[in-house]
Structure formats: structure tokens, C-alpha cells
């Protein structure tokens, strides 16, 4: 990917004329223009440093060629060609300049040649339809990680390439953040504090991840660091809860604050609030009524509303909307979107709806829910098999992530000298048995999903 993309920028058919310069590289040496031991030191090469000249790879290449190569390689894009047009008229006046291939030449140039007299159509239409509103295939899920214990709480980069999320490496272990690229298996791991790391969320302008993290018996904090790693700046220490949001301009994070506090209705403050990312104090943005509470902050992609879920007890919430004024102050009442009295796990904008993840409670799976932003129609339920939370959606890649929760929790009998066997198994999370005095019947209670 180009360095445009790899830091998070905004990316435009320009971006592609890169990364079809580092396939033809490879293709011609044989060999990858930024290869390095790791998966970090190769994104840091692609953005800081210059391939080796192929000619020093392949003898005999022809200038032309080794020229056309590295201006598509240029790591500023106003330096690469500019179009496909253009790209593909350089590479035919290079083929119709090119000798004759000798019977001697070196396998990979003679197929080269070959490579020179195909059409180039064939990228520049596949380019122009990428970028184009037409209709493509019918949406389809791919599983993204295939990791060990529980990689959850996924937020895309502003292109969609890449992907951080919360993992543990292994049941019960601690949770850190993980970067990948989609497509990719390798993780770039980002912290490695011992308290818990979670609701990792990218800047808009892709520079910045901002996290959560919590120990025991003191307040979360909100962190912000590279995508690739490295120094931690903490932002404030507050007791927040669910995942955080952006500004649009990236000056603010909305945070849903004292989620315990309204549970267990001590007059704590609680709400929705906005923390200044350069210093300042926070300001309240909603105002709900204990024990209710507001949490999962979503902006708009023009910061002129924010999406939230607004709860009025316990996993008894709806989807709201509040309007905003330029400074991200809030701009008359918010409006209740949905009346299904659900719990919920995240909210996500996708054009002009919002996609959630809702349960009549906890004890039953999740599902994903679509409804516009009046309203006026009913939800719309969004049938995938299993458990899906935390949505999140890259706008300009036209995609959606989310969490899926495979396990099913049901009760199991065990008789000294028995293999054990299934005693109660439903739909919904069994667990918490116990035998009534006599041991003729069975207790249970549905239990909370772990998210």
C-alpha cells in the first residue's frame, strides 16, 4: 500500500498507480521494494524509505522501465503519474521503444515483454469501476481474525485497509490493542501495559489511536498512540464506559461517562460528554434523568449530530439523536430513533442510517439493526447467524465490522464415573444451575453473553 494509505491519509487513484508500482517491481526483481524483518519496519519502510533501483536487481533492464517504476514508487503522489491514461501511454511508448528480446535473455525479461504487450485496460477499467458508483457483487462477510481467546471492539482506519481491535491472546489473559491490515493474518500489537485496553477507535485523520484502559479499584483512562506503536499520551482519567468517538475534526472525544455511578444512583455525574484531546476540561453534551444513563457515542460524518445509546435502567435502552452546534455543544432535545426498549452494543453511521447491535436483553444473541435516522419507519433487522456487537463502519471502503460471539452456554450433567452430558441446551446462554432440595429438578438462569 502506498504511504498515503499506510499513514491513514486520504487516498485517491493515485494511491493505486503506487501499489501497482510495487507488484511490477516485484514482478520484474523478483524480489518486494520495501521487505524487512516485521510487519512494523516494513509499513515504516514504505513511508520513509526509497527502493533499491532495479536496474542493480536485473542487468539489462531498460531505463525506461526502471524510471516508469520508480515514479509510481514517488512518496509524495503529486511527484507519480497522475492518471491512469497517462501511466498506461508511458508503458505502451515503452513497449513499442523496447529491442527485440534476445533468445539469451533471462527468463523473467522475456516473460517481461510479454507483460509490456498485454493491454493495460484491463487495470485501468478494474480502477475506474472500483471507484465508481456501479453495482458489484452482493455484500458478503469474511471473518477478519482467526486469533486464540477474544479479538473484539474492531474499528476501521478512515480507507478501511486496516483494523484495531482489542485481544487477549488467550482466554482470560490481558487485552491489548492489535492492528492488522484486512486481508492480512499478522497483528501488529500497539500496548502492552498490564491493565486492560480496550474501545480502540482511529482519529479521522488515521495518526491516532484513542483507547481505554482499566485496572482494579481505580478510574479508567483515555490514551491515544501511533497505529504503529510506540510513545502513549494519556488524555484524562475518567470512569467511562463503551467505546469512545472521534470529533470529525479530531479535537474531541465523546465518551459516555459513570455508567456505575447511574446503576447505582450515588449522584455522580453521567451522560455523554466531549474531552478536549489537547487539554481542557470536558463538557457535558446529554443530560439523562438516574438511573438512566447515555453511553456509545457516535458523530456524523459532518460532527452536526451525535448518535448515542440512551438507557432508562438497565439494558432498557433505545438508539437517540442529538444535534449539535459547531462547537460540539448540544443544539436543542435529542430525539429517540427507536422505541424497542433493547440493550445495545455500539452504534455506527452508515450514510443516512445507523447500524447497532441490539438484544430484547442480554440473555438472548445480539443481532444487528439498521433504522433511518427520523425514525419514521420500524428497525430493520439485519439476519446474520450469531452473535454481532460493536459496528463499526469505513465509509469510503463501503464496509462494516463487527463483533461475532460463536459460543453458546448451555447446562451439562456429570456423574462420578460417567462421561459428562447435556442436561439443559436452548438458543440463549444457560448457566448458574442448582438441584432443588430432592434433586427431582433443576434450577437455571439465563446469563449476560460475554462482549
Not at 237 to 246: E, N, S, T, Y
Request: proline share 10%; glycine share 10%.
Amino acid at each position: 500500500m502506498s504511504p498515503e494509505q499506510a499513514e491513514g491519509k486520504p487516498v485517491d487513484a493515485r494511491s493505486d498507480i503506487f501499489s501497482f508500482g510495487a507488484l511490477l517491481y516485484e514482478m520484474v526483481t523478483g524480489g518486494r521494494a520495501f521487505d524487512r524483518d516485521s510487519f512494523a519496519s516494513t509499513l515504516a519502510a514504505v513511508i520513509k524509505d526509497q527502493p533499491k533501483p532495479p536496474a542493480q536487481l536485473v542487468p539489462g533492464l531498460p531505463h525506461d522501465l526502471e524510471e516508469f517504476i520508480l515514479r509510481c514508487l514517488e512518496k509524495d503522489p503529486g511527484r507519480r503519474w497522475q492518471g491512469m491514461t497517462e501511466l498506461s501511454e508511458a508503458l505502451r511508448q515503452i513497449h513499442h521503444a523496447a529491442p527485440a528480446v534476445p533468445s539469451h535473455t533471462p527468463p523473467r525479461l522475456s516473460w517481461l515483454a510479454a507483460l509490456l504487450a498485454l493491454p493495460i485496460a484491463v487495470l485501468a477499467a478494474w480502477l475506474i469501476l472500483r471507484n465508481t458508483g456501479h453495482a458489484g457483487p452482493p455484500p458478503k462477510v469474511v471473518q477478519l481474525t482467526a486469533y486464540q481467546g477474544s479479538a473484539i471492539q474492531p474499528s476501521f482506519s478512515p480507507d478501511g485497509s486496516q483494523v484495531e481491535f482489542s485481544w487477549n491472546r488467550e482466554q482470560g489473559g490481558n487485552f491489548d490493542i492489535y492492528m492488522k491490515l484486512v486481508g492480512e493474518n499478522h497483528a501488529l500489537r500497539l500496548t502492552t501495559d498490564p491493565a486492560s485496553d480496550q474501545w480502540p477507535v482511529w482519529s479521522p485523520d488515521g495518526k491516532r489511536i484513542a483507547f481505554l484502559r482499566s485496572a482494579a479499584n481505580r478510574p479508567a483512562s483515555i490514551y491515544v498512540v501511533s497505529p504503529l506503536g510506540g510513545a502513549e499520551q494519556k488524555i484524562a482519567d475518567f470512569p467511562v464506559r463503551g467505546h469512545l468517538a472521534w470529533s470529525p475534526d479530531g479535537k474531541w472525544l465523546a465518551v459516555g461517562l459513570n455508567y456505575l455511578g447511574a446503576i447505582r444512583g450515588n449522584g455522580d455525574p453521567t451522560g455523554v460528554f466531549v474531552v478536549p484531546v489537547d487539554g481542557g476540561e470536558p463538557r457535558r453534551v446529554t443530560n439523562p434523568n438516574l438511573p438512566g444513563y447515555d453511553t456509545d457515542p457516535a458523530f456524523s460524518l459532518d460532527g452536526r449530530s451525535l448518535a448515542y445509546e440512551g438507557c432508562a435502567r438497565t439494558y432498557s435502552c433505545d438508539v437517540y439523536l442529538q444535534d449539535l452546534n459547531p462547537d460540539y455543544s448540544p443544539r436543542g432535545l435529542p430525539r429517540r430513533v427507536t422505541r424497542q426498549h433493547f440493550s445495545i452494543s455500539g452504534i455506527a453511521w452508515a450514510g443516512n442510517s445507523l447500524i447497532y447491535g441490539a438484544s430484547p436483553s442480554w440473555a438472548t444473541l445480539f443481532h444487528l439493526g439498521r433504522v433511518g435516522l427520523h425514525g419514521g419507519n420500524p428497525p430493520e433487522r439485519l439476519d446474520l447467524a450469531g452473535l454481532f456487537a460493536s459496528p463499526t463502519v469505513a465509509p469510503t471502503a463501503n464496509r462494516l465490522a463487527f463483533q461475532r460471539e460463536p459460543h453458546n452456554w448451555d447446562i451439562w450433567r456429570y456423574q462420578p464415573g460417567s462421561p459428562a452430558a447435556p442436561l439443559i441446551a436452548s438458543s440463549l446462554d444457560d448457566g448458574s444451575p442448582q438441584f432443588s432440595p430432592d434433586g427431582s429438578k433443576s434450577h437455571l438462569r439465563p446469563l449476560a453473553p460475554a462482549i
